[in-house]
């Protein structure tokens, strides 16, 4: 477990990884040397993100050996041993981080993960952040930085731990150049003061791979070569590493592929062909600045550029010129017409296409293409023609009946491009169109660009973050902070500043521009005497005993992040409170106000006594009388009248004479239980004017022959909602807190910031624990203002022991919060997670807890969840507390399996939780 | 055909493609028209289904062994008890529901007309049994009894009958009420979900965004939304009705199918527009999910679906005029229970009109409201 082999940080034998049936590492051997940069070039998906994931030990190893840290990575022990010396900053701006923490936040949140106190804590993260230039925004919610302030808050966090061996998968995409420049410089200072720490970075900027002690080339799973760049470059004969690596790649995928050569804009007679104008254009939302007067004019045929970081601006610049956004100040025009979002003749001269692929995944590319067409009001006798013509231009008639998703990404953007071209506009609005693609591929897109611009006479405005991109357009604005710094063709903005290339201009016009907000409050080599004196990570043995400050940091930040979530803190707070209120009302059984009617054809005193007797009651309202039989029928089927009854004529002759007499009562069936419930009214009220009749007339036949003493118990008056509202509470005690904890863990799962319990000493119980603390909180407080409500709104009265519901409360919490847990292992979306939670606990709960059926009535599979199920047991406690005046001494049959259960529940979601993805 | 026309078409077929190749939803949809609808129709349980009763027979006579024997499954679970101790601690417990004791003496009693009195002990906390339970209870008693007696001496007094008829329903099958309140709750659910899922699927994948760039207008993509999923959940429900209800369970219906329908249309055209609504008021599926939870109980449980408006508090029953469930409710249960036809349900008509029309103004007010931050 020590680094007795100093030499190599991280050794990979013949490792392959699949994803399903993709391939994404193939046979993969390799040697990463300790001490030094290794860079894997490459573009999206071709297993560089892998291959990271399989060292840092997040990812499960399939097929192959990995070492790292002179250890096996399958060997559990060795990586909870290492992982406190590795640091990984997973792809993704700010993947890892929790987005409405606050710097500060994520700092302490990871520092107690890695078991410092909080001086320690402070120190570090005081020394990080002076360091990093975050020191003057850490109360800022870390979803609120810069795309460059977020990845150096990744590296804060990562190296909160002075690790010995950080992986960073991509750490500076979508970065202005500054900021990147700043962040290796910031890398290198780090890896100066820790000699001995060894760094691996992917990287889609081949530009910057320069800097790598040596690098490896990447593609479909399988490494092209190895070496220093400058081998690389040897190696090919080529004098850029992008170069290089299309050298690199086998012969059939470079097919095709040639060098790149736009055809300068020929100059136009009048300059007033003007495609694009915008004027002092801005946009704000709230109080932030997004877009800021930014000025330019772009003429017809002209390829123009917009360069900049993630977040900069740009997006909103096209939103607002293509009308999905209003813009708050300013003006801009669209070929002489001003641009107005509600303008439709406009929209049919415009083709854009947005940053991610963004059609629809669920039509066939056909179907993208003809939808696209007839949208744009292209004649129907041509839409078929018209998409075919599309797909043979853009090499997509192979893929017509396939759908997007099922394509590489190459063909995607060619697909996005086709679909954005299809009604032949003027103008193409591009939104970063070439992200993540490979260089071949990048190559031919520019290609179809090119041949759109100088032969179709199409305006093309693109915007992109690659500088061998904006060098390809005929002029570029390089933007920063909502501004544009610059207008010019790239030459001679490179010219004006007597740069070496663009990317460095583009830095003077950062400094200029006063982007040095972030950049460090004091150099970090005063820093050195601190770090060397910083103790070694604590002793890996002491670290997997589970760890009251690491549960308890989870708990904290869990609070903090429900806190900021107006939905769920709603949800938790006052759902099942809303929801007892409505079942409270909803299942009330009682049955009053009921209407009724008499046709009475006998009409005598006789007849109007029986009426009245059942008029008299609370329970029925009289309606007017009935005159026939059609009219009972009508008002009967217009659901007025729950009742009608038919008093035969000759009823109260009959009735002296002592023959038998029937009396009709039909009652509204439409409701079953309902019907039933009026029936026994009915029967009773029957029963009761024979009795009183007999004791008037003092007749015979009056009295059975036994009586029947019938006592309800508990609830005298047999009312729903003292019946209702115990039994409504273990329900609601069970699904809400149950639904919350399942969300909680599976978020972090979709978000990504699962990977802290991958890559942390982190253990899965006090993960767990950790995250249900709060939940078991809330639900407590939901338990208790439950019980309130039902004393105070629904005035049922609590005859029992408080104490002893409120104990049962604590353990049936620790219950539900525990299911939650439970269904969070196997769940990998919240909307699963959601509804899998729901229908798991409303159905047991509902069914086989003894809510409706007694669970001593139940028989079989129902009858054994009944039995062991937490909510049976604690039904039966908030019956006995509430209804029944019981106590401890007369409930603690239902308390043992109830505190059974919690250790079970537990840790069968410990057990089921996995520590690594697979 | 009018380009806006032909536009909202085309846009709801391309949903119908989505819903087509989404087989999570698909699976839903099924799932909630046929297993479920027949599940909660047949797993409605009678009222009295194994109510358990302990039995304490103190007089062990022909008679009161007669009585004892009387109770047995389906609708009790007997279980004969020694002593009275043993009725608290299990009526306490929860485990019995009913308990009979009949005193020594009681065969002799009744035979010298003495009219002696059998307990039956009730837990009132199980509302449903309790009431209709001892009821029922009573007359297997009193049946008895008057049996054992008749045998013994021969006399009967005409009386005053009561003829109970169950007008609509006359077995008051639980079937019935289950299977068409499960089709009500779920065209309303689905309908929500649907057209809510199908606007967050869009803006989720960032396909809104090409919506709102291309020469279609925010009513036409709300428009299409609204007739493609109402018309999915309307074919199934239809589906529902003739096979699941009609055909599986062989409920007969009474009204007009064609005229529910009609009403199910424009009840969808409410809660479709809250679909969107609520699919504008939040940013993702599991906020939108959430959302569902706590719209969808009140709607569903407070309709009158089920259980009676009457019984609700005054101010309750007034808040829920103005859901459309409510009127739904009403006019579903009026055509397909009790053969209503228009000229009684017109009152639910017009509020159904009236509220879809609120709900469709509001909610397309709010999609061109939201609609620049969702791109």
């Given at each position: 477990?020590?680094?007795s082999?100093?030499?190599?940080?991280?050794?990979?034998?013949?490792?392959?990884?699949?994803?399903?049936?993709?391939?994404?590492?193939?046979?993969?051997?390799?040697?990463?040397?300790?001490?030094?940069?290794?860079?894997?070039?490459?573009?999206?998906?071709?297993?560089?993100?892998?291959l990271?994931?399989?060292?840092?030990?997040?990812?499960?190893?399939q097929?192959?050996?990995?070492?790292?840290?002179?250890?096996?990575?399958?060997?559990?022990?060795?990586?909870?041993?290492?992982?406190?010396r590795?640091?990984?900053?997973?792809?993704?701006?700010?993947k890892?981080?929790y987005?409405?923490?606050?710097?500060?936040?994520?700092?302490?949140?990871?520092?107690?993960?890695f078991?410092?106190?909080a001086?320690?804590?402070?120190?570090?993260?005081?020394?990080?952040?002076?360091?990093?230039?975050?020191?003057?925004?850490?109360?800022?919610?870390?979803?609120?930085?810069?795309g460059g302030?977020?990845?150096?808050?990744?590296?804060?966090?990562a190296?909160?731990?002075?690790?010995?061996?950080?992986?960073?998968?991509?750490?500076?995409?979508?970065?202005?150049?500054?900021?990147?420049?700043?962040?290796?410089?910031?890398?290198?200072?780090?890896?100066?003061?820790?000699?001995?720490?060894s760094?691996?970075?992917?990287?889609?900027?081949?530009?910057?791979?320069?800097?790598?002690?040596?690098?490896?080339?990447?593609?479909?799973?399988?490494?092209l070569?190895?070496?220093?760049?400058?081998?690389?470059?040897?190696?090919?004969?080529?004098?850029?590493?992008?170069?290089?690596?299309?050298?690199?790649?086998?012969?059939?995928?470079?097919?095709?592929?040639?060098?790149?050569?736009?055809?300068?804009?020929?100059?136009?007679?009048?300059?007033?062909?003007?495609?694009?104008?915008?004027?002092?254009?801005?946009m704000?939302?709230?109080?932030?600045v997004?877009?800021?007067?930014?000025?330019?004019r772009?003429?017809?045929?002209?390829i123009?550029?917009?360069?900049?970081?993630?977040?900069?601006?740009?997006?909103?610049?096209?939103?607002?010129?293509?009308?999905l956004l209003?813009?708050?100040?300013?003006?801009?025009?669209?070929?002489?017409?001003?641009?107005n979002?509600?303008?439709?003749?406009?929209?049919?001269?415009?083709?854009?296409?947005?940053?991610?692929?963004?059609?629809?995944?669920?039509?066939?590319?056909?179907?993208?293409?003809?939808?696209?067409?007839r949208?744009?009001?292209?004649?129907?006798?041509?839409?078929?023609?018209?998409?075919?013509?599309?797909?043979?231009?853009?090499?997509?008639?192979?893929s017509m009946?396939?759908?997007?998703?099922?394509?590489p990404?190459?063909?995607?953007?060619?697909?996005?491009?086709?679909?954005?071209?299809?009604?032949?506009?003027?103008l193409?609005?591009?939104?970063?169109?070439?992200?993540?693609?490979?260089?071949?591929?990048?190559?031919?897109?520019?290609?179809?660009?090119?041949?759109?611009?100088?032969?179709?006479?199409?305006?093309?405005?693109?915007?992109?973050?690659?500088?061998?991109?904006?060098?390809?357009?005929?002029?570029?604005?390089?933007?920063?902070?909502?501004?544009?710094?610059?207008?010019?063709?790239?030459?001679?903005?490179?010219?004006k500043?007597?740069?070496r290339?663009?990317e460095?201009?583009?830095?003077?016009?950062?400094?200029?521009?006063?982007?040095?907000?972030?950049?460090?409050?004091?150099?970090?080599?005063t820093?050195?005497?601190?770090?060397?004196?910083?103790?070694?990570?604590?002793?890996?043995?002491?670290?997997?005993?589970?760890?009251?400050?690491?549960?308890?940091?989870?708990?904290?930040?869990?609070?903090?992040?429900?806190?900021?979530?107006?939905?769920?803190?709603?949800?938790?707070?006052?759902?099942?409170?809303?929801?007892?209120?409505i079942?409270?009302f909803?299942?009330?059984?009682?049955?009053?106000?009921?209407?009724?009617?008499?046709?009475?054809?006998?009409?005598?005193?006789?007849?109007?006594?029986?009426?009245?007797?059942?008029?008299?009651?609370?329970?029925?309202?009289?309606?007017?009388?009935?005159?026939?039989?059609?009219?009972?029928?009508?008002?009967?089927?217009?659901?007025?009248?729950?009742?009608?009854?038919?008093?035969?004529?000759?009823?109260?002759r009959?009735?002296?004479?002592?023959?038998?007499?029937a009396?009709?009562?039909?009652?509204?069936?439409?409701?079953?239980?309902?019907?039933?419930?009026?029936?026994?009214?009915?029967?009773?009220?029957?029963?009761?004017?024979?009795?009183?009749?007999?004791?008037?007339t003092?007749?015979?036949?009056?009295?059975?022959?036994?009586?029947?003493?019938?006592?309800?118990?508990?609830?005298?008056?047999?009312e729903?909602?003292?019946?209702?509202?115990?039994?409504?509470?273990?329900?609601?005690?069970?699904?809400?807190?149950?639904?919350l904890?399942a969300?909680?863990?599976?978020?972090?799962?979709?978000?990504?910031?699962?990977?802290n319990?991958y890559?942390?000493?982190?253990t899965?119980?006090?993960?767990?624990?950790g995250?249900?603390?709060?939940?078991?909180?809330?639900?407590?407080?939901?338990?208790?203002?439950?019980?309130?409500?039902?004393?105070?709104?629904?005035?049922?009265?609590?005859?029992?022991?408080?104490?002893a519901?409120?104990?049962?409360?604590?353990?049936?919490?620790?219950?539900?919060?525990?299911?939650?847990?439970?269904?969070?292992?196997?769940?990998?979306?919240?909307?699963?997670?959601?509804?899998?939670?729901?229908?798991?606990?409303?159905?047991?709960?509902?069914?086989?807890s003894?809510?409706?059926?007694?669970?001593?009535?139940?028989?079989?599979?129902?009858?054994?969840i009944g039995?062991?199920?937490?909510?049976?047991?604690?039904?039966?406690?908030?019956?006995?507390?509430?209804?029944?005046?019981?106590?401890?001494?007369?409930?603690?049959?239902?308390f043992?399996?109830?505190?059974?259960?919690?250790?079970?529940?537990?840790?069968?979601?410990?057990?089921?939780?996995?520590?690594?993805?697979? | 055909?009018?380009?806006?026309?032909a536009?909202?078409?085309?846009?709801?077929?391309?949903?119908?493609?989505g819903?087509?190749?989404?087989p999570?939803?698909?699976?839903?949809?099924?799932?909630?028209?046929?297993?479920?609808?027949?599940?909660?129709?047949?797993?409605?349980?009678?009222?009295?289904?194994?109510?358990?009763?302990?039995?304490?027979?103190e007089?062990?006579?022909?008679?009161?062994?007669?009585?004892?024997?009387?109770?047995?499954?389906?609708?009790?679970?007997?279980?004969?008890?020694?002593?009275?101790?043993?009725?608290?601690?299990?009526l306490?417990a929860?485990?019995?529901?009913?308990?009979?004791?009949?005193?020594?003496?009681?065969?002799?009693?009744?035979?010298a007309?003495?009219?002696?009195?059998?307990?039956?002990?009730?837990?009132?906390?199980?509302?449903?049994?309790?009431?209709?339970?001892?009821?029922?209870?009573?007359?297997?008693?009193?049946?008895e009894?008057?049996?054992?007696?008749?045998?013994?001496?021969?006399?009967?007094?005409?009386?005053?009958?009561?003829?109970?008829?169950?007008?609509?329903n006359?077995?008051?099958?639980?079937?019935?009420?289950?299977?068409?309140?499960?089709?009500?709750?779920n065209?309303?659910?689905?309908?929500?979900?649907?057209?809510?899922?199908?606007?967050i699927r869009?803006?989720?994948?960032?396909?809104?965004?090409?919506l709102?760039?291309?020469?279609?207008t925010?009513?036409?993509?709300?428009?299409?939304?609204v007739?493609?999923?109402?018309?999915?959940?309307?074919?199934?429900a239809?589906?529902?009705?003739?096979?699941?209800?009609?055909?599986?369970?062989?409920?007969?219906?009474?009204?007009?199918?064609?005229?529910?329908?009609?009403?199910?249309?424009?009840?969808?055209f409410?809660?479709?527009?809250?679909?969107?609504?609520?699919?504008?008021?939040?940013?993702?599926?599991?906020?939108?999910?959430?959302?569902?939870?706590?719209?969808?109980?009140?709607?569903?449980?407070?309709?009158g679906?089920?259980?009676?408006?009457?019984?609700?508090?005054?101010?309750?029953?007034?808040?829920m005029?103005?859901?459309?469930?409510?009127?739904?409710?009403?006019?579903?249960?009026?055509?397909?229970?009790?053969?209503?036809?228009?000229?009684?349900?017109?009152p639910?008509?017009?509020?159904?009109?009236?509220?879809?029309?609120?709900?469709?103004?509001?909610?397309?007010?709010?999609?061109?409201?939201?609609?620049?931050?969702?791109?």
């Open positions: 477990m020590s680094s082999t100093p030499s190599v940080a991280a050794r990979l034998d013949a490792v392959t990884h699949h994803y399903g049936k993709t391939l994404a590492l193939a046979e993969v051997t390799l040697v990463v040397p300790a001490g030094r940069t290794l860079g894997l070039i490459g573009p999206d998906g071709v297993g560089k993100s892998t990271l994931s399989l060292v840092a030990g997040a990812r499960a190893v097929q192959g050996r990995v070492e790292a840290l002179g250890g096996d990575m399958a060997d559990r022990r060795h990586r909870e041993g290492v992982c406190a590795i640091a990984y900053m997973p792809q993704g701006l700010g890892n981080l987005p409405t923490l606050s710097v500060d936040e994520n700092l302490q949140f990871f520092g107690q993960l078991g410092h106190d001086a320690e804590r402070e120190r570090r993260i005081d020394e990080l952040t002076r360091s990093t230039g975050l020191h003057a925004f850490r109360q800022r919610p870390a979803g609120k930085l810069s302030m977020k990845q150096k808050l990744g590296l804060c966090c190296l909160i731990h002075d690790p010995d061996l950080l992986i960073l998968d991509e750490p500076t995409t979508g970065v202005d150049p500054l900021a990147r420049s700043q962040f290796w410089d910031l890398i290198a200072r780090i890896r100066a003061e820790r000699v001995g720490m760094v691996i970075v992917a990287t889609a900027y081949m530009d910057e791979a320069q800097r790598f002690d040596s690098l490896v080339a990447m593609d479909a799973g399988r490494i070569a190895t070496g220093t760049p400058d081998a690389l470059l040897a190696r090919t004969r080529t004098t850029h590493l992008e170069a290089a690596f299309v050298a690199l790649l086998p012969p059939q995928k470079r097919a095709g592929h040639r060098t790149l050569v736009i055809p300068p804009l020929p100059a136009t007679p009048g300059a007033a062909d003007i495609a694009i104008e915008a004027r002092d254009l801005t704000r939302f709230g109080d932030f997004a877009v800021d007067h930014v000025s330019f772009i003429r017809r045929g002209e123009f550029g917009f360069l900049g970081s993630n977040g900069c601006g740009k997006t909103t610049t096209m939103k607002m010129l293509t009308g209003p813009a708050s100040a300013g003006r801009a025009w669209l070929f002489g017409h001003e641009v979002p509600k303008d439709i003749a406009t929209r049919r001269r415009v083709g854009y296409m947005s940053q991610a692929f963004s059609l629809y995944g669920e039509l066939t590319v056909a179907q993208n293409l003809e939808l696209h067409a949208l744009f009001g292209v004649p129907a006798s041509e839409v078929t023609e018209r998409a075919a013509h599309m797909a043979a231009r853009f090499g997509l008639t192979e009946d396939r759908l997007p998703d099922a394509l990404l190459g063909l995607r953007q060619r697909l996005s491009l086709a679909v954005a071209m299809v009604h032949e506009p003027e193409l609005i591009l939104d970063e169109p070439t992200s993540g693609v490979d260089p071949v591929a990048r190559d031919h897109f520019w290609e179809l660009l090119a041949t759109l611009s100088r032969r179709d006479g199409v305006t093309i405005f693109v915007s992109t973050h690659f500088m061998n991109e904006a060098e390809r357009c005929d002029r570029i604005s390089l933007m920063h902070a909502g501004r544009v710094l610059v207008s010019d063709s790239p030459a001679a903005i490179v010219r500043r007597a740069a290339d663009l460095e201009a583009f830095i003077a016009y950062l400094v200029d521009a006063g982007a040095r907000g972030d950049v460090p409050d004091r150099p970090v080599a820093e050195a005497a601190h770090a060397t004196t910083v103790p070694p990570t604590p002793d890996a043995r002491h670290r997997h005993v589970f760890s009251l400050a690491r549960a308890w940091s989870y708990s904290v930040r869990e609070a903090l992040e429900l806190r900021r979530d107006p939905v769920r803190a709603t949800l938790a707070l006052v759902g099942s409170l809303i929801l007892m209120f079942m409270g909803g299942i009330n059984m009682d049955v009053q106000d009921l209407t009724f009617a008499v046709l009475d054809l006998d009409q005598t005193a006789q007849s109007r006594d029986y009426a009245l007797n059942l008029g008299g009651s609370r329970t029925f309202v009289e309606r007017p009388a009935l005159a026939s039989e059609a009219e009972l029928d009508r008002r009967m089927r217009s659901g007025e009248l729950s009742l009608a009854l038919v008093i035969p004529p000759g009823f109260a009959d009735v002296a004479r002592g023959h038998g007499v009396i009709g009562a039909y009652i509204d069936g439409a409701m079953p239980s309902r019907a039933e419930t009026i029936a026994g009214y009915v029967q009773g009220m029957h029963q009761a004017w024979l009795a009183e009749r007999a004791r008037a003092g007749g015979t036949g009056s009295g059975g022959p036994a009586v029947i003493e019938t006592r309800f118990h508990y609830n005298p008056a047999v729903s909602l003292p019946a209702m509202v115990p039994a409504v509470i273990p329900i609601l005690l069970l699904m809400f807190p149950a639904m904890t969300l909680a863990v599976v978020r972090e799962k979709e978000l990504g910031s699962i990977l319990l890559v942390t000493p982190v899965r119980s006090e993960f767990l624990f995250k249900q603390l709060p939940y078991v909180g809330l639900a407590l407080l939901n338990f208790l203002a439950m019980a309130l409500m039902a004393v105070t709104v629904f005035e049922v009265p609590m005859k029992g022991s408080f104490a519901l409120f104990v049962a409360a604590v353990l049936y919490t620790v219950c539900a919060t525990g299911i939650g847990l439970l269904a969070s292992t196997f769940t990998r979306s919240q909307v699963a997670a959601l509804f899998s939670t729901m229908i798991g606990t409303m159905i047991p709960a509902v069914q086989f003894g809510m409706i059926d007694p669970v001593s009535s139940l028989e079989g599979a129902g009858a054994f039995r062991i199920y937490p909510a049976s047991h604690f039904l039966t406690i908030s019956r006995g507390v509430f209804s029944k005046g019981l106590g401890f001494d007369d409930l603690i049959a239902s043992l399996p109830l505190a059974l259960a919690v250790p079970v529940i537990l840790a069968t979601a410990v057990l089921l939780l996995r520590k690594q993805e697979t | 055909m009018d380009a806006r026309i536009n909202t078409y085309r846009l709801g077929v391309k949903e119908l493609w819903l087509w190749r989404d999570v939803m698909l699976v839903l949809v099924v799932f909630f028209f046929t297993v479920s609808v027949y599940t909660s129709a047949t797993a409605m349980p009678d009222i009295l289904n194994k109510a358990p009763i302990a039995i304490v027979d007089d062990r006579s022909p008679l009161s062994e007669r009585i004892v024997s009387a109770f047995y499954p389906p609708q009790f679970l007997p279980s004969s008890l020694d002593s009275l101790a043993g009725i608290d601690a299990g306490d929860g485990e019995y529901t009913f308990a009979l004791v009949i005193p020594t003496g009681f065969q002799r009693d009744v035979l007309g003495r009219q002696p009195a059998i307990q039956l002990n009730v837990d009132a906390t199980r509302m449903s049994q309790a009431f209709s339970g001892s009821g029922y209870a009573q007359q297997i008693i009193l049946g009894v008057a049996g054992f007696v008749a045998r013994q001496r021969a006399t009967a007094a005409p009386g005053v009958d009561l003829a109970l008829r169950a007008r609509f006359p077995t008051l099958d639980h079937r019935w009420f289950g299977s068409v309140m499960a089709i009500i709750n065209v309303t659910m689905l309908s929500i979900l649907l057209t809510g899922a199908a606007l869009e803006r989720e994948h960032g396909t809104i965004e090409h709102l760039v291309m020469p279609v925010p009513m036409q993509i709300m428009l299409s939304k007739w493609s999923m109402g018309l999915v959940v309307l074919v199934a239809t589906f529902s009705l003739f096979f699941v209800v009609q055909g599986l369970l062989d409920v007969r219906i009474e009204g007009s199918i064609a005229l529910f329908l009609g009403i199910a249309a424009l009840h969808l409410a809660t479709t527009s809250m679909g969107i609504f609520m699919a504008t008021m939040t940013r993702t599926m599991p906020q939108f999910a959430m959302l569902l939870i706590l719209v969808l109980l009140p709607l569903q449980m407070l309709s679906a089920s259980t009676p408006r009457e019984s609700m508090p005054v101010f309750v029953q007034q808040f005029l103005a859901a459309p469930t409510t009127h739904f409710v009403a006019a579903a249960q009026a055509i397909l229970y009790r053969g209503a036809g228009l000229p009684y349900v017109w639910q008509v017009l509020w159904l009109a009236a509220i879809g029309t609120a709900f469709f103004a509001l909610s397309l007010r709010r999609f061109n409201r939201t609609l620049g931050q969702m791109a």
